[in-house]
């Protein structure tokens, strides 16, 4: 039978953990087990968690044997080969700083394998959206005694992220107790992500889920919540009377979007292009509206990305398919264009009522009405609301304090997702109803 690769065998770089952070973790290990038996490392790197722990044993397994191993103490060795393909369930400690890898570069045979393996051991269904993380979690919690501790380096994203559910869903049947401590400050600056350590811990049946916040000394702060605030994270929710939807994704915005100097430095007319929207950014927050005025200051006149091309039409115009017969296959090589037929042929959304920046760093993301109807691309959400409820909407999705609903995306951005954002919508529509 032929051997399903795992998916970070094919990592480009590694990203190496700072050891005053490896030296935390066991620090933090030390208060749930002052005495160590067997550790395991799944994604063990050069084996620097063998540095600063004491312990009985310590194996890491490691895929890339290009990794330099340090000298590691006399109780501790690195095996080379898939973590996945270790088949012990007894040792004491998972430990470790295992793999961000987004589902989308996960090849699906080997997801499959994985998820079935999980289902049989742990009676749980992966969502197949999740991180490779996630995977390495309940990699750690199948490898452990029923009484064993679980230690690692993840993504913040995974105490409220659906695509975490089942994870934490096990953890709550079994009353295992959690304990999070999020780090306010970057960890690896190589990665877009808010870093946390997470400490799941089976011998106690508490079922108690604690979140810490650490700052840049190392202090740790007790929080209620675990959005760090006073109040709960936003709910995921589907779609209702009020609703928002993704940017659009037609490829690639260095192909497909254009400034007004790019639209007229290749001969196309209005009649080729859409108005677009791929961030707020640059927009005054006292601003309430895109209309044309707006849009001529501050997005044609200020060499932002405003046009969306209409590539989607059956019949283009000379310059338009000039245009893209120009285009060089490795300046739309992107999984999505590749997928298609014609591979700038892309569906167009409709236009939405509001448009709505997904990131933000204080209080709530900008909020616009689509006057000029917009196409809302990329970071930049649109809203669609029934009619006559726009401006009031609007206005009330500016005064909502989102900064207190959600977690950190990466140090000090903010994101708001699609689903929390209809949460807010489906609670703000019924005012504006009334």
């Known amino acids: 039978m032929r051997r399903v690769k795992s998916p970070y065998e094919f990592r480009l770089t590694q990203v190496y953990t700072p050891l005053e952070v490896v030296a935390f973790v066991w620090t933090l290990v030390s208060n749930f087990r002052p005495s160590v038996g067997n550790v395991i490392d799944f994604g063990a790197g050069d084996g620097r968690f063998a540095l600063k722990g004491k312990f009985t044993s310590y194996l890491g397994i490691e895929i890339d044997k290009s990794n330099h191993k340090r000298q590691l103490p006399r109780n501790a060795t690195i095996e080379y080969g898939c973590a996945f393909e270790a088949k012990s369930n007894d040792w004491d400690i998972s430990i470790g700083n295992p793999p961000y890898v ?39 919690i199948e490898s452990t005694k029923e009484d064993g501790l679980v230690a690692m380096l993840t993504p913040y994203e995974w105490v409220t992220r659906p695509s975490s559910k089942p994870l934490r869903e096990l953890i709550k049947k079994n009353r295992w107790s959690v304990h999070v401590y999020r780090f306010k400050d970057e960890v690896f600056t190589e990665v877009m992500t808010t870093s946390a350590i997470t400490i799941i811990d089976k011998s106690s049946n508490s079922g108690e889920w604690c979140f810490y916040l650490i700052d840049k000394k190392y202090n740790i702060k007790k929080t209620r919540l675990a959005s760090g605030s006073r109040c709960k994270v936003l709910d995921y929710t589907q779609r209702d009377l009020a609703w928002a939807q993704r940017g659009l994704s037609p490829g690639t915005q260095k192909v497909f979007t254009l400034t007004e100097g790019e639209r007229i430095h290749n001969g196309l007319s209005h009649n080729d292009v859409h ?139 903010k994101k708001v997702e699609v689903r929390q954002l209809n949460s807010v919508l489906q609670k703000l529509i019924k005012d504006c109803c009334e």
């Open 102 to 140: 987004r589902n989308h570069y996960i090849e699906l045979p080997w997801m499959e394998k994985i998820a079935h393996r999980f289902k049989k051991s742990l009676d749980i269904s992966i969502n197949r959206q999740a991180n490779l993380f996630v995977y390495f979690l309940l990699l750690g």
């Open 275 to 413: 108005p677009c929207v791929t961030t707020l950014k640059h927009m005054p927050s006292h601003i309430k509206t895109l209309d044309n005025k707006t849009f001529k200051k501050y997005y044609r006149d200020n060499g932002h990305k405003c046009w969306l091309i209409k590539s989607y039409e059956d019949n283009l115009s000379s310059k338009l398919a000039d245009y893209l017969e120009s285009m060089l296959p490795y300046q739309y090589n992107t999984s999505t264009c590749n997928e298609r037929d014609v591979w700038f042929k892309y569906k167009p959304f409709e236009e939405p009522n509001i448009l709505f920046g997904s990131g933000f760093t204080k209080f709530g993301p900008k909020v616009l009405i689509n006057s000029i109807r917009a196409h809302n691309v990329g970071s930049v959400y649109g809203v669609f609301t029934p009619k006559g409820t726009v401006r009031k909407l609007t206005d009330q999705l500016k005064a909502y304090n989102f900064e207190e609903r959600v977690i950190s995306h990466s140090g000090n951005l």
